[in-house]
């Protein structure tokens, strides 16, 4: 449904979290790749997210899966990054397009000096592998600041806006010669 949903969107990438259990299934990159196509949605606007639990719990099927992604032309992201105890290994045999900082780190980088370095240690590690990097969770003006300060431009969560019905976003983005306006605001 998503992937109908957006396919007159030419510019708005679409993004899906999978399961673990989706990650272990042989011909799950051909099965989003069939549906993306009945759909006309090409694998270029799709980014799927995977969390870091996930990757820890099947390192195996999390590379395969990101490697026939990636073939596909595909995004991935590492969702949940900072909670699930990853290796820097898995960050650099996986080749994530984005890691996602999981909310608590968001929410707690303001308080606590540890959480502070663990993201700005996250921060220069991401800058070396050259994958960027989203804050989730944001809910507050001050995390919203607090992470702009730390380097992050890409922030995720209801300070910056609530989830909206898809006649919302027809109504704020109508389509005009398939592009999207104003979608810049959104990043």
Known sequence: MACRNIANWKNLILSVNISPTQLSVLNFVPEIKKIAAAHGLPLSRL?????????????????????????????????????????????????????????????????????????????????????????????????????????????QGFYLRQPQSLQALEEMFPLRDGSVDGVDALS
């Open 47 to 155: 980014e799927i997210e995977i969390t870091e639990r996930a990757v820890i719990r099947n390192a195996r099927a999390a590379k395969r899966v990101v490697d026939e992604l990636h073939e596909e032309g595909a995004k991935v992201s590492l969702d949940d990054f900072g909670i699930g105890y990853a290796s820097l290994g898995y960050l650099r045999e996986l080749s994530f397009d984005k890691m996602k900082l999981d909310k608590s780190l968001t929410q707690s980088f303001a308080e606590s000096q540890s959480t502070r370095s663990i993201v700005e240690g996250t921060i220069l590690i991401a800058k070396g592998l050259s994958v960027d990097i989203v804050a989730e969770g944001v809910e507050t003006e001050d995390q919203a600041r607090s992470m702009c300060l730390a380097g992050r431009s890409h922030l």
